[in-house]
């Protein structure tokens, strides 16, 4: 019985593992699977397509999740060729713990703005208006990098902010101010283009305080080690460059 | 054991059962204790007891504890009812509407946030008139209790409408026959008959509330001591510090095992 324990365990860790490592590529293809942090999901998908165009006969399979998600996921042995992570502290757990194939490479960065309804109902001009007594402000908590930056910016400021929630992703707190649950939101530049006219961005000048630096790494344990360094070196390119721009990254 | 002439315990000694079950029954149940088991495996016991008395771990589990309560207790007064209905009622339409009202069971619980979102949400179908009224639902904890109760009141009309149907109506009509009213025999001969199914729904339900994530967060936000309960205050940790979330984790775990355990323990005595 303890044999057909075994065997039935087997047989389903195999019949489940072409799943976790995304579909398997026809015989002849080669594939380059990218562990890009969420923010960056409609730009990798494109630099992806671009890159696919460049080098005929691979493919390149995108895994989206939040940066630490993916850190954690390429620590417990996760098969991914390249790295790309919303900030440098979660990037240098990766290098630190021997993970990646050379140095990380910063390729974007990304500031705050405050997200309001279309038409800025509340007419939100900066920082400070954020604390006005009943306008309901959303953000990150500080235990995720858009709510540190939050903090940063707030202290650059000389104001307090008093969120009526503090969400785990910004994609959350976009959400909240999609769905008119909240007044005003701080999400990232490119949070508020990818909304596509379903929020406003209401830019401030203490955003500067606290910069987001996205950096991007080859790792060690890449099938495709050639193709993944060159994966990286090409999103540092300039053919990638004009695509981050356009989502509203701005340059390393 | 040999079958003997006594019928109840030739019911117990034989059983009936192929010897094939009992590998795929072990399989199963491989699957579900070994990954609780691999929290174990992974929590910081040196630090434990401080990483679960933190102010922020504390101010999460006496939310989870009082918002589960409370969802219990409106998936009671709301739930016992509708299982009587569903169960004795005789409406046109009544199998739909059983349909309908297990939705619950088999949405994944970020769309029932977003169902509740644009029905009870600021600019949501009924939501827009509570604004009006002054009531605003969105970031309360009032609202991580609806999240709760409307994810966690099918489990309760599905275990007591099991029992009521199992225990057919025939002692209620003998209660008639003697001059009760429906509501004296409701009271005194049905719910003590479907103790036990009210009971175990009750636990799965408060189980259920205690674990409540996705809608949640999408409906009631997460703010510390109003709406971060303690699955939302380990989702936020595992970010920052994995062995918070992990030691937290751990007494979720311990709670729910608690709960589930003292009501079918004393099921067992029975």
């Known amino acids: 019985m303890?044999?057909?324990?075994?065997?039935?365990?087997?047989?389903?860790?195999?019949?489940?593992?072409?799943?976790?490592?995304?579909?398997?590529?026809?015989?002849?293809?080669?594939?380059?699977t990218v562990f890009a942090a969420a923010s960056l999901r409609q730009s990798f998908t494109e630099i992806g397509e671009a890159f696919e165009a460049a080098h005929p006969g691979v493919r390149v399979a995108l895994n989206v999740a939040g940066s630490s998600d993916l850190a954690a996921q390429i620590a417990q042995g996760a098969p991914a060729d390249v790295f790309a992570s919303a900030d440098t502290t979660t990037m240098d757990r990766v290098t630190g713990a021997g993970l990646a194939d050379g140095d990380a490479a910063v390729f974007a960065t990304n500031v705050l703005t405050i997200a309001v309804a279309p038409g800025n109902p509340d007419g939100i001009t900066g920082l400070a208006d954020l604390s006005l007594p009943g306008l309901?402000?959303?953000?990150?908590?500080?235990?995720?990098?858009?709510?540190?930056?939050?903090?940063?910016?707030?202290?650059?400021?000389?104001v307090d902010l008093a969120p009526v929630s503090e969400e785990p992703t910004v994609t959350d707190v976009l959400g909240k101010v999609i769905s008119g649950e909240a007044d005003a939101g701080l999400v990232y530049v490119t949070d508020v283009r990818g909304a596509g006219g379903a929020v406003e961005g209401v830019a401030f000048p203490e955003s500067a305080a606290a910069v987001n630096r996205y950096p991007i790494a080859a790792l060690r344990g890449a099938r495709e080690p050639e193709l993944a360094r060159e994966f990286a070196a090409f999103v540092a390119g300039a053919e990638a460059r004009k695509v981050l721009e356009d989502a509203g990254f701005g340059a390393p | 054991?040999?079958?003997?002439?006594?019928?109840?315990?030739?019911?117990?000694?034989?059983?009936?059962?192929?010897?094939?079950?009992w590998a795929p029954a072990a399989l199963g149940a491989l699957f579900v204790v070994v990954p609780p088991a691999g929290i174990l495996a992974r929590v910081d016991?040196?630090?434990?007891?401080?990483?679960?008395?933190?102010?922020?771990?504390?101010?999460?589990?006496?939310?989870?504890?009082?918002?589960?309560?409370?969802?219990?207790?409106?998936?009671?007064?709301?739930?016992?009812?509708?299982?009587?209905?569903?169960?004795?009622?005789?409406?046109?339409?009544?199998?739909?509407?059983?349909?309908?009202?297990?939705?619950?069971?088999?949405?994944?619980?970020?769309?029932?946030?977003?169902?509740?979102?644009?029905?009870?949400?600021?600019?949501?179908?009924?939501?827009?008139?509570?604004?009006?009224?002054?009531?605003?639902?969105?970031?309360?904890?009032a609202a991580v209790v609806m999240a709760q109760a409307f994810v966690s009141l099918p489990f309760l009309v599905v275990s007591l409408e099991g029992a009521l149907r199992t225990a057919g109506g025939r002692y209620e009509a003998v209660a008639a026959t003697l001059g009760a009213s429906p509501t004296h025999a409701f009271r005194r001969v049905t719910l003590p008959l479907v103790l036990p199914g009210l009971a175990s729904g009750l636990v799965l339900a408060f189980a259920r509330s205690l674990g409540e994530f996705g809608a949640t967060l999408t409906f009631a936000g997460s703010l510390q001591g109003v709406t971060r309960t303690l699955p939302l205050e380990v989702y936020l940790q595992r970010e920052a510090d994995p062995d918070a979330a992990v030691a937290l984790a751990l007494l979720l775990v311990a709670v729910a095992a608690a709960v589930v355990g003292l009501a079918y323990g004393r099921r067992g005595l029975r």
């Open chain 1, 2 to 32: 303890k044999r057909a324990v075994s065997a039935a365990l087997a047989a389903l860790v195999l019949s489940t593992a072409p799943l976790l490592a995304g579909c398997t590529p026809p015989s002849g293809e080669r594939s380059l």
């Open chain 1, 136 to 158: 309901r402000l959303v953000q990150c908590a500080p235990q995720v990098p858009c709510g540190s930056a939050a903090q940063a910016a707030a202290a650059r400021a000389g």
């Open chain 2, 1 to 21: 054991m040999l079958a003997s002439a006594r019928p109840d315990s030739q019911a117990r000694g034989f059983t009936g059962l192929p010897r094939w079950i």
């Open chain 2, 45 to 141: 016991w040196a630090d434990f007891v401080l990483l679960v008395t933190s102010e922020s771990s504390l101010a999460a589990l006496r939310l989870s504890l009082g918002t589960a309560a409370a969802s219990t207790a409106v998936v009671l007064l709301l739930g016992v009812p509708m299982a009587m209905a569903l169960a004795r009622g005789t409406l046109p339409g009544l199998r739909v509407l059983r349909a309908l009202v297990l939705l619950p069971l088999v949405l994944p619980p970020v769309v029932g946030g977003l169902a509740l979102l644009y029905t009870f949400g600021r600019l949501g179908l009924v939501g827009r008139w509570l604004d009006v009224l002054g009531v605003q639902l969105a970031f309360s904890t």
